[in-house]
């Protein structure tokens, strides 16, 4: 799941942690996420564009420590 609630009706409502929600964990500039969800699916969603390239950044960097 790519991109944060206000632009991707899949992250909306998103549970990402303990019964929080993705839009209750992102309200301000600078905050993102970059997690495998206990679903197995995988979010990558900030609370800006910017803060989302931030997250897969993340996530790629993750994987490629992987390898």
Partial sequence: ??????????AQNLEISDGQTL????TAEGEYVAAVLTS????VAGYSASDTGSAAADLINA???LI
């Fill in 23 to 26: 839009d209750a964990y992102l």
């Fill in 40 to 43: 197995g699916n995988i979010v």
């Fill in 1 to 10: 799941i790519v991109g944060g609630f206000a632009v991707n009706t899949a």
């Fill in 63 to 65: 994987l490629e420590a």
